[in-house]
């Protein structure tokens, strides 16, 4: 919040003497009552106690003016993201739609790259790229993660961040998404902030830690309940077949995403495990299968798909070793060699 000199606003305060900028910090209590502890409490906290603040005539801030950023505790924002930020939201023209958008950065998870177990640099590697894809693809269905901005606004016209749930950034989104009518949109700001994986004291235990990691995410599965729960009442409330018909169109395509995350990529492995022998038996068993002639084409077929997604797999990592080479100044201390 630039511009404005705040002496007690009821919270920790502060003002800088070389740019007049107000740092707040608001400290969240423990055991409030229907609360979880985590991020999302937090960030309604803090959210609540911003309002408070803004909503004071003597801040002298107006309310319509004011982008919420929420961040981890370990995100390192690109140098010039905020000019980013202010520069998209400048530049949206149509103040509906800006009331109804959430801008996303790519999420790398790079700080501690050189220290991750080689398969947690894959999972690493895989996050980036498909944080990459969804924000570039016109045709993708990207959902905000970890690190995201909007309007306070859109913040306060669906009531804030919910304090008991586990991932904070879908379900706000999924909230904004049917709090208007299904307008909701992830904008992408492409200045990539990074972040760490998680890190133990030896190989194991930091496999394990960022396992650990993967289970919590998982829970994301739950946002699917929340939606499929949430979407009656809110038809319910719209005022006409359109913006029925509308929100159901718009929603489609997020319910398809939450289940290709939770449910499709969860399993998948299974099916790649099960390929290799499943083949060789239908090889070395034409008299047992039922696909005759066409047996040696989807054989040839099957193959060839796999060397395809073999190769597809190294470039992946060629790409994701240059794509990090790319941004290793803004990892600091960068290992010797």
């Not at 080689?118 to 980036?128: D, G, I, N, Q």
């Not at 083949?279 to 066409?294: A, R, V």
Request: charged share 15%; glycine share 6%; net charge negative.
């Amino acid at each position: 919040l630039f511009g404005q000199k705040v002496e007690d606003v009821g919270v920790r305060a502060a003002a800088t003497s070389a740019s007049d900028a107000v740092a707040m910090a608001a400290y969240h209590p423990k055991g409030l009552p229907n609360e979880m502890p985590g991020k999302a409490s937090n960030t309604r906290w803090a959210a609540q106690r911003l309002w408070e603040f803004i909503e004071d005539p003597s801040s002298g801030i107006d309310e319509h003016k004011v982008i919420i950023t929420v961040a981890d505790a370990d995100s390192d924002f690109h140098s010039v993201y905020f000019e980013g930020l202010t520069y998209k939201v400048c530049t949206t023209p149509d103040k509906a739609l800006r009331e109804v958008t959430v801008w996303q950065s790519p999420i790398m998870h790079y700080k501690n790259y050189h220290s991750q177990p080689a398969v947690v640099k894959l999972c690493s590697l895989f996050v980036t790229q498909h944080e990459l894809a969804n924000l570039s693809d016109d045709s993708a269905t990207p959902l905000p993660y970890s690190t995201y901005s909007l309007t306070s606004n859109l913040a306060k016209r669906v009531g804030g961040w919910d304090p008991d749930w586990i991932s904070e950034d879908w379900h706000m989104f999924l909230k904004c998404f049917l709090g208007t009518g299904g307008r909701a949109r992830v904008s992408p700001i492409m200045l990539p902030v990074i972040n760490y994986t998680p890190e133990d004291d030896t190989w194991w235990s930091t496999i394990w830690a960022r396992w650990t990691q993967a289970k919590r995410h998982a829970l994301g599965i739950a946002e699917m309940v929340y939606y499929m729960a949430s979407l009656p009442t809110v038809l319910s409330e719209l005022e006409d077949w359109g913006a029925v018909w509308y929100l159901l169109g718009r929603g489609i395509p997020i319910i398809y995403k939450m289940f290709a995350i939770h449910i499709v990529m969860g399993t998948y492995w299974i099916f790649s495990m099960a390929n290799g022998p499943l083949w060789y038996w239908i090889y070395t068993h034409p008299e047992e299968n039922q696909l005759g002639d066409w047996r040696n084409f989807w054989l040839f077929l099957n193959i060839t798909m796999g060397v395809v997604a073999t190769i597809c797999f190294l470039l992946l990592n060629v790409f994701n070793i240059t794509l990090y080479n790319g941004i290793a100044d803004r990892i600091v201390p960068v290992p010797e060699g």
